[in-house]
């Protein structure tokens, strides 16, 4: 057997050892960290989970990316659809698992509808309700503290979510596109908003960005069309370049740190109806 030959057969066991590749064998041996499993859930159907602690796991979904071979009893016959009640636990192999995150890319591209996330759940994964065009409602505990980027991205049917008091992270562009999402508090727990967290939300029209937001980022608010205005905390003392630009309907910017350095260009580039005397310091 030649040198190459050995090396590609190292790699290739070193790639199944560290693949997620359960099977149905139910073996409370083999549900260590990383494993996968298949479950049914009470109005749900199969669900299919990863586990990340000793008792804990994740909603999980194999990345549209990723090519290989599925290799999880049931998991092909996943379809989520309609209103999904995520449970806080569930049985596998005679063990009860916590669920205390949404992976990433859970429900990417599913026609949901409604989403009620537990009050077990810690995180939402990157791209984890993205282009789910369905999808209304969202119901996020106040146990939630990270939202990864991309995790709503495309939900254009999504009129309404209320972040939790909590909250430390939004990934980047995490809400980007949600056209019919109209009012959206930002809580006071949340240091910074990423890039392009909202950008192209159209119809937002109510914004309340609460004391202890430290940073806008780029394009944060970007194409936000509907806005007509907006109070920048005394808290903030960064906004981002293009953070509010192309806010058609913008007329009128209130910031209560009157030391916050800004230039009006580059913040708020083709806001037509905005002139530099609408914005005030105070």
């Given at each position: 057997m030649t040198t190459t030959s050995r090396l590609g057969i190292i790699v290739l066991c070193l790639f199944m050892?560290?693949?997620?590749?359960?099977?149905?064998?139910?073996?409370?041996?083999?549900?260590?960290?990383?494993?996968?499993?298949?479950?049914?859930?009470?109005?749900?159907?199969?669900?299919?989970?990863?586990?990340?602690?000793?008792?804990?796991?994740?909603?999980?979904?194999k990345s549209p990316f990723d090519n290989s071979q599925d290799a999880i009893d049931g998991y092909k016959c996943i379809k989520y659809y309609g209103e999904i009640v995520i449970p806080e636990t569930v049985k596998y192999a005679s063990r009860v698992f916590t669920v205390?995150?949404?992976?990433?890319?859970?429900?990417?591209?599913?026609?949901?509808?409604s989403i009620i996330i537990p009050k077990t759940v810690?995180?939402?994964?990157?791209?984890?309700?993205?282009?789910?065009?369905?999808?209304?409602?969202?119901?996020?505990p106040e146990s939630v503290v990270s939202i990864g980027q991309y995790a709503f991205t495309g939900g254009t049917s999504i009129v309404s979510v209320d972040l939790p008091k909590n909250l430390g992270d939004i990934g980047e562009f995490a809400f980007k596109y949600c056209d019919n999402l109209l009012s959206?508090?930002?809580?006071?727990?949340?240091?910074?908003?990423?890039?392009?967290?909202?950008?192209?939300?159209i119809n937002l029209n109510s914004l309340i960005i609460k004391?202890?937001?430290k940073y806008i980022g780029d394009s944060a608010f970007e194409e936000c069309t509907s806005l007509t205005h907006i109070t920048v905390p005394k808290s903030v003392i960064s906004i981002g370049e293009?953070?509010?630009?192309?806010?058609?309907?913008?007329?009128?910017?209130?910031?209560?740190?009157?030391?916050?350095?800004?230039?009006?260009?580059?913040?708020?580039?083709?806001?037509?109806?905005?002139?530099?005397?609408?914005?005030?310091?105070?």
């Amino acid at each position: 057997m030649t040198t190459t030959s050995r090396l590609g057969i190292i790699v290739l066991c070193l790639f199944m050892l560290i693949s997620c590749d359960v099977k149905d064998d139910k073996s409370n041996n083999d549900l260590q960290v990383g494993k996968c499993f298949v479950t049914d859930v009470d109005g749900i159907g199969n669900m299919c989970f990863r586990i990340i602690g000793d008792s804990d796991v994740e909603v999980y979904k194999k990345s549209p990316f990723d090519n290989s071979q599925d290799a999880i009893d049931g998991y092909k016959c996943i379809k989520y659809y309609g209103e999904i009640v995520i449970p806080e636990t569930v049985k596998y192999a005679s063990r009860v698992f916590t669920v205390k995150k949404i992976g990433d890319y859970a429900f990417f591209c599913s026609d949901v509808t409604s989403i009620i996330i537990p009050k077990t759940v810690v995180s939402i994964g990157e791209s984890a309700f993205q282009a789910c065009g369905k999808l209304k409602k969202i119901t996020i505990p106040e146990s939630v503290v990270s939202i990864g980027q991309y995790a709503f991205t495309g939900g254009t049917s999504i009129v309404s979510v209320d972040l939790p008091k909590n909250l430390g992270d939004i990934g980047e562009f995490a809400f980007k596109y949600c056209d019919n999402l109209l009012s959206i508090t930002i809580p006071s727990s949340m240091d910074s908003l990423k890039e392009g967290v909202f950008h192209g939300c159209i119809n937002l029209n109510s914004l309340i960005i609460k004391e202890g937001v430290k940073y806008i980022g780029d394009s944060a608010f970007e194409e936000c069309t509907s806005l007509t205005h907006i109070t920048v905390p005394k808290s903030v003392i960064s906004i981002g370049e293009d953070a509010f630009a192309r806010c058609s309907m913008l007329t009128y910017v209130d910031i209560l740190n009157p030391e916050l350095n800004i230039c009006f260009k580059d913040i708020f580039n083709d806001c037509d109806k905005l002139v530099q005397d609408s914005v005030k310091f105070r």
